[in-house]
């Protein structure tokens, strides 16, 4: 068991990085993702704003951005990000491309989500004399809500599972913490423990969403 | 909930004396002036076709009519007629590709969306399948509107609890939609559509998702909206029962044109359009269809005459018998009802006629001269 125990301390700070990456690109990726995704909702031709030149401008960008695999899209942004952050690599470069990324999947799961809402609610808010900006707000959201939170827990995951490749711009994190330290010096241990940690953190933010989800649908 | 606060009974009524409409309820509304709540000039509604070269969809032609203030109006005809159409160009949720529309003092088609949203404050709505928010409690839904409007608390509170407690769903305020049976959440709609206290209540099919007892319980709250608080209200249905118990006026919609508008009484009694006619015999179920009068042939021997029972037509019964015996002609009663519409008799009956050589219509003329709406049904 020492094989482990003797790297405790990279352990503990590569789980500090993972839930630093993971929280953060889910968070500023969330906010984004759903202004992105309101936008898509919104501006579809015959909708609340519906405008065709900025929902076709938007539908095609997020169709460019997001069938890029990850390792690619991070190299691609580069430029972009030596622009914004001054920096190509450490933890704080992969948090912005990861929160990026995960905005272009979110505005997805969100336009798909008030979708579902069934036309005649948001009729019934046009009626009371409700502006847009207020009915996506006050009564789209909410309406919507319960396949949001699980929608919104599918990207976790699917941002913890992109997190792991933070390693290669030294990004650090789990993902890093097991290839490292783990199978290159062919530490098992480190490996399968690094596994179940992951697969702990990801058992528990299911939950979680399930939890948050089965409220806002009072089920 | 407010629940210190005493709630008055009902939501006041707005202060307009003179259009208040009076205790009783005007069987016909005469010439008197009164003010019109809605005016629809020449309007058009033309829907793109959906897909590429699907040709266009004409919702609504030409349509001109006076709603005015106070009353129950009803739009009626076969669905696709372009009545749903017709409803929302009333509070602006749709617009008019022809023609103009007036709501009170303002031309709904010269304003822009934030004026039409303005004017919607002063329009509730009531919809088929009720489209309250899942989201939110009874109360909530109710809340919604007045939150939209700025009213703040706790004045909110009180008139929610006004509201809830005026369509009886006080005890309910806290629980959600989905706990209400339908009738109660048609009654929530209600609520919502007058949180605004509007002078004007648009009802889509309002009873249409619900069984008999409970559209009975509806249209009794919509007739107290109108009576008690002088709301001016537009029923969308294709259900004569609605127009039966609410509607003062009524027009008939067909295929996208008005067909006739005029007190119930009249539409319904004396069709002047052959539109009109169809819809009301589907709907009052006096006239025999085409297979039921081929039925009838097949049984009797004699000529089918169908005569209109009305309330201009009193004593007809002893002029038909009278006549029919001096003509000594035989008349089997084989298809037909009477019915009250606004406290009147209407309907029809069908006669099998058969008598000795010309006797038949030398009857049909003397009873034609005496003033009886008869109409002999024709070989199909």
């Keep these: 068991m020492h094989e482990f125990t003797t790297n405790l301390p990279v ?50 960008l997020v169709n460019v951005v997001r069938p890029v695999p990850f390792v690619i899209f991070i190299t691609a942004i580069q430029p972009l990000m030596l622009h914004t952050i001054g920096t190509t690599i450490g933890t704080g470069a992969v948090t912005f491309a990861l929160s990026l990324s995960a905005a272009f999947a979110i505005s997805r799961i969100v336009e798909q989500n008030l979708l579902t809402v069934d ?8 009626a009371t004399g409700a502006r847009p900006v207020g009915i996506l707000l006050t009564v789209l959201i909410p309406e919507a809500l319960g396949p949001l939170v699980l ?46 940690t992951i697969v702990v953190l990801v058992q528990a933010g299911q939950f979680l969403g399930n939890w948050l989800a089965r409220r806002a649908l009072r089920r | 909930m ?11 009524p707005k202060p307009e004396p003179e259009q208040k409409p009076g205790p009783e309820p005007e069987p016909e509304p005469g010439p008197q002036p009164a003010e019109v709540h809605v005016r629809f000039d020449r309007v058009g509604k033309t829907f793109p076709g959906k897909g590429r070269g699907a040709a266009p969809h004409v919702a609504l032609r030409d349509v001109s009519l006076e709603i005015r203030r106070g009353e129950v109006f009803g739009v009626i005809g076969h669905s696709g007629a372009g009545k749903s159409t017709l409803v ?3 509070n602006g949720l749709e617009t008019p590709t022809a023609g103009r529309v ?36 009874v109360a909530g839904n109710v809340a919604y509107p007045l939150k939209v409007a700025g009213v703040r608390q706790p004045e909110r509170d009180r008139r929610v609890a006004r509201l809830l407690d005026f369509v009886g769903l006080l005890d309910r305020a806290h629980d ?26 648009l009802a889509d099919e309002a009873t249409s998702a619900l069984d008999p007892e409970t559209t009975g319980e509806v249209l009794a709250l919509l007739r107290q909206v109108n009576r008690e608080l002088g709301v001016t209200i537009v029923i969308i249905t294709h259900e004569l029962d609605v127009i039966r118990s609410v509607a003062d006026r009524v027009a008939v919609l067909d295929s996208g044109r008005v067909a006739e508008t005029g007190s119930v009484y009249d539409v319904f009694a004396r069709p002047r359009t052959e539109a009109a006619a169809r819809f009301v015999g589907a709907t009052l179920r006096d006239r025999p269809s085409a297979q039921t009068l081929a039925r009838l042939r097949a049984r009797h021997t004699g000529r089918l005459v169908t005569v209109r029972v009305r309330d201009d ?15 000594q002609v035989a008349a089997d009663i084989v298809f037909g009802g009477i019915s009250e519409l606004q406290e009147r008799p209407v309907g029809s009956l069908t006669f099998a006629l058969t008598g000795p050589g010309g006797a038949v219509d030398a009857a049909l003329v003397a009873l034609r001269a005496d003033g009886v709406d008869l109409a002999e049904e024709e070989e199909a």
């Design chain 1, 11 to 60: 352990y503990r700070e590569a789980i500090r990085q993972t839930l630093s990456i993971v929280g953060v690109s889910l968070a500023a990726g969330g906010v984004l993702g759903l202004a992105l995704g309101l936008v898509l909702y919104a501006t579809r031709p015959g909708n609340l704003l519906g405008n065709r030149a900025v929902f076709l401008a938007v539908n095609v």
């Design chain 1, 119 to 126: 036309p005649g609610v948001v009729e019934a808010a046009r």
């Design chain 1, 151 to 196: 929608g919104y827990t599918f990207i976790f995951v699917a941002i913890v599972d992109m997190s792991a490749q933070a390693g290669l711009f030294g990004g650090g994190g789990l993902g890093d913490f097991a290839i490292t330290y783990g199978s290159q010096r062919y530490n098992w241990p480190v490996v399968y423990i690094t596994v179940a």
């Design chain 2, 2 to 12: 407010a629940a210190d606060s005493p709630p008055p009974a009902v939501p006041e």
């Design chain 2, 88 to 90: 929302r160009l009333v």
């Design chain 2, 102 to 137: 007036h709501v009170g003092p303002h031309e709904l088609t010269a304003l822009g969306e934030k004026g039409r949203r303005e004017v919607r404050r002063d329009i509730g709505m009531v919809f088929q399948q009720f489209n309250l928010f899942r989201s939110r409690t």
């Design chain 2, 176 to 201: 959600h939609p989905e706990q209400l049976s339908g009738g109660q959440k048609q009654r929530v709609g209600i609520a919502r559509a007058l949180a605004t206290e509007p002078s004007l209540l």
């Design chain 2, 313 to 327: 037509q009193g004593g007809f019964q002893t002029r038909l018998a009278r006549t029919f015996l001096d003509h």
